[in-house]
């Protein structure tokens, strides 16, 4: 027997009209920059103006909700990105952020009413960094900025 069910709900991935803020973590800007290059080139290859993406740079990924939740508060994003790369060293600092921001991020996406899309890279070493921000594993920036449209579109069509 099938099953028939009511409203389905999904977000297209066309960025015409569609307003976005970026946070970008100025730690390890090397890798950041190409995962921002990565979220425009997404952006406008899916039809979206560049005029209409706002950008903001923290120190570090820990400083990122505190930008977003900022974003938010200004009331015309239709959907908020963070950008950033946490690389494990010799001490837990990576864990911590990691957690602490994740958390802070995830909190944000469910409480503001406005998609909150998580562009970190939590990595192991360099290269992995490398692979994720351009190479051979892509751009993560680029994917989560398609995330971003879809979010946008989304939750633009379950509101009606
Ligand atoms: N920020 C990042 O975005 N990525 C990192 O890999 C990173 N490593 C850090 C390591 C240490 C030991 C410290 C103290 C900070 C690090 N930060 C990193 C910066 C952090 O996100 C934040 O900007 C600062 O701690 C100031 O609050």
């Not at 977000?11 to 979220?39: H, P, Q, T, Y």
């Not at 990595?123 to 971003?148: H, L």
Request: proline residues 2%; neutral net charge.
């Amino acid at each position: 027997m099938s099953r028939t069910p009511g409203r389905i709900f999904e977000g297209n991935l066309n960025a015409k009209g569609l307003r976005i803020g970026i946070a970008c973590a100025r730690f390890n800007e090397f890798f950041v920059s190409k995962l921002l290059d990565g979220a425009l080139d997404a952006f406008v290859r899916h039809g979206g103006d560049l005029a209409d993406v706002d950008v903001a740079w923290v120190p570090g990924s820990f400083e990122l909700p505190f930008a977003l939740s900022k974003f938010i508060a200004r009331g015309n994003y239709d959907a908020v990105i963070a950008l950033g790369v946490v690389i494990q060293g010799a001490t837990t600092h990576a864990a911590q952020i990691n957690s602490q921001v994740s958390k802070a991020i995830g909190q944000l996406g469910i409480e503001s009413g406005v998609p909150v899309l998580y562009g970190l890279l939590t990595t192991e070493n360099i290269e992995q960094a490398i692979e994720r921000s351009g190479t051979k594993a892509g751009n993560r920036g680029f994917d989560v900025t398609v995330s971003a449209i879809e979010m946008a579109n989304l939750n633009k069509a379950m509101k009606s």
